[in-house]
């Protein structure tokens, strides 16, 4: 299956030795070094992911993921960045971000993570194709259909990124069971990586601030002390 990537990168070398590693994947890719150009070419064309550089000649990263997700465009995005504090990390991924990696990375670890989002993607694709009808909490209060990927809080349409709705399917589709961040990365993900936890709990706090009536008092995505999450169908608001 060819699969359609854009890479966004001003490091010119760099993007063009990722070109050849993807294309060896039989991947299509589009190339742009700067952050302007990047984001015309994401809103004109249809891609199956996007590797996105934080540090861009013009619009930054952050900016053109914010954009993207504002304007509904949830092509997976992978973030690339030699930013390496925690605070860097965290924007990206509250501005929509599915994963990121943090320069110098090996080829061989980012190609390892395109692969684990592909390998979701297609999962989640047959998971829709067969899925029954759209699961519905607190007499429908909260709808999910995953054919569509679509979610409804209260008959009003809720947008929600790649990640974040496979991680409330993913939730919906086992109520009451606790997982740990760990766990989350491994199903969500397709990896399980210490240091990357964080990213669950970005995810988290994005969603409950989409579908809780009040996300510091979550009543469907509950944290569970020192253990993980779940999600309490018993929860939905009325």
């Not at 943090?102 to 684990?116: D, M």
């Amino acid at each position: 299956m060819t699969r359609n990537v854009l890479i966004v990168e001003d490091e010119q070398e760099l993007a063009k030795i990722l070109k050849r590693h993807l294309e060896d994947l039989s991947c299509t890719v589009q190339l742009a070094f700067a952050g302007d150009v990047g984001l015309r070419v994401a809103e004109s064309s249809s891609f199956d992911l996007i590797l996105l550089d934080i540090m861009l000649p013009g619009l930054d990263g952050l900016e053109i993921c914010r954009r993207l997700r504002a304007r509904r465009v949830y092509t997976p995005v992978l973030m690339l960045t030699a930013r390496a504090s925690e605070v860097d990390k965290i924007l990206g991924l509250e501005m929509g971000a599915d994963d990121y990696l943090t320069k110098p990375f090996s080829v061989n670890e980012l190609i390892a993570r395109v692969k684990a989002i592909f390998r979701r993607v297609d999962a989640l694709s047959e998971q829709a194709r067969d899925a029954p009808q759209p699961l519905r909490f607190g007499e429908g209060a909260l709808s999910i259909d995953p054919r569509s990927r679509e979610v409804q809080v209260r008959g009003q349409p809720v947008p929600l990124t790649h990640k974040e709705f496979d991680l409330l399917l993913h939730f919906a589709q086992n109520p009451g069971r606790v997982y740990s961040r760990a766990q989350l990365l491994d199903a969500i993900w397709g990896y399980s990586h210490e240091g990357y936890e964080h990213a669950i709990s970005c995810h988290i706090n994005r969603l409950r601030a989409k579908i809780e009536r009040d996300s510091a008092k979550p009543e469907l995505l509950q944290t569970v002390w020192g253990v993980g999450y779940k999600f309490a169908p018993e929860g939905t608001p009325p």
